[in-house]
């Protein structure tokens, strides 16, 4: 049997957190950000952690469950 791989994606966009938990950064973070207020912008710097309804989805693709 072979190994099972992490999806490449996935293990570039999410890390694990001490407790467990999920941690992403924000989108639309990336070009045209002269029409976004700078308010917007310091938003969308910080990460967060995953909404519970995609826990499972992401945890399947880094082969945590």
């Known amino acids: ?9 996935a ?6 957190t001490g407790t467990g ?10 070009h045209i950000l002269t029409k ?3 308010k917007r912008k310091l938003k969308l710097t910080h990460s967060t952690l995953v909404n ?4 499972r989805n ?3 693709q880094l082969r945590l469950r």
């Open 58 to 60: 992401i945890e399947q």
């Open 21 to 30: 938990k999920i941690k992403r950064k924000h989108a639309f973070k990336n």
């Open 52 to 55: 519970k309804t995609d826990i």
């Open 36 to 38: 976004k207020s700078k």
């Open 1 to 9: 049997m072979p190994k099972m791989k992490t999806k490449s994606s």
């Open 11 to 16: 293990k570039k966009r999410f890390k694990i």
